[in-house]
């Protein structure tokens, strides 16, 4: 399973990429205006940072205009992933883009329906948002399940599941446990989930008896 930081926060992703776990990056217009930075200097910065895909998002609405946006992005790094909307021109740039050989992260799904759509356009990834749904009253999770079904039912869809919109350690174990190919996670949550308090108190513990036996390894 990848492991990608969803942020635009360079010291984060500099201090997990350390851990040599993480796989790549996604960052959204709402992660990049909230840093203040240049976008493309911003992604440039990110791209050195990481080996793997770095999904940088266009803004135009239309598909000619967010290809055109796709280039400048592409232009970057060898490693930048074009972000689009799930929608119609979303879907057509998705299809010249893949037709190129370009990775392309399709964004803002809610349905099993668009996650199928996004892989017959040939999409790389597709992003279904599960904290989002939670937070109308839906389950994210259950999208995750569906969406895996489906993809392994048709050997020819070949997108990768990109969870995204994780919120908690709960959301990174269902999406382990169901099989999605890729979590997404703010570095506050991939954080977290290394924490269980029998793991501090059972060192705890041990230190304070190897304290005791007054011996030192080194
Ligand atoms: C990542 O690609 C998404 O843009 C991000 O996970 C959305 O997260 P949010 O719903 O917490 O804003």
């Not at 998002?57 to 796709?70: C, G, I, P, S, W």
């Not at 021109?89 to 964004?107: C, F, I, P, S």
């Not at 008896?209 to 390894?217: A, P």
Request: proline share 4%.
């Amino acid at each position: 399973m990848k492991f990608f930081v969803d942020s635009a926060d360079t010291d984060a992703i500099a201090d997990l990429a350390a851990t040599g776990m993480v796989d790549g990056v996604t960052t959204n217009p709402s992660l990049v205006a909230k840093s203040g930075r240049d976008f493309k200097e911003l992604v440039a910065e990110i791209c050195a940072l990481v080996p793997g895909p770095v999904s940088a998002e266009v803004t135009a609405l239309d598909a000619d205009t967010m290809l055109k946006e796709a280039d400048e992005l592409l232009a970057i790094a060898d490693n930048v992933c074009i972000k689009v909307p799930l929608t119609w021109d979303g879907l057509k740039a998705t299809r010249q883009l893949a037709d190129r050989g370009k990775m392309v992260n399709v964004t803002l799904c809610f349905s099993a329906n668009q996650a199928l759509l996004a892989a017959k356009a040939g999409a790389a990834f597709i992003s279904p948002f599960v904290g989002r749904l939670d937070d109308i009253g839906a389950d994210g999770m259950r999208l995750i399940g569906e969406i895996r079904q489906i993809y392994d039912n048709y050997s020819e869809l070949e997108s990768q599941i990109l969870v995204a919109s994780v919120r908690s350690p709960e959301h990174m174990r269902a999406s382990a446990l169901i099989g999605a190919d890729v979590a997404t996670l703010p570095p506050e949550v991939l954080k977290s989930l290394i924490a269980h308090p029998l793991t501090d108190k059972g060192l705890e513990a041990f230190l304070a008896d190897w304290q005791k036996s007054g011996q030192s390894i080194a």
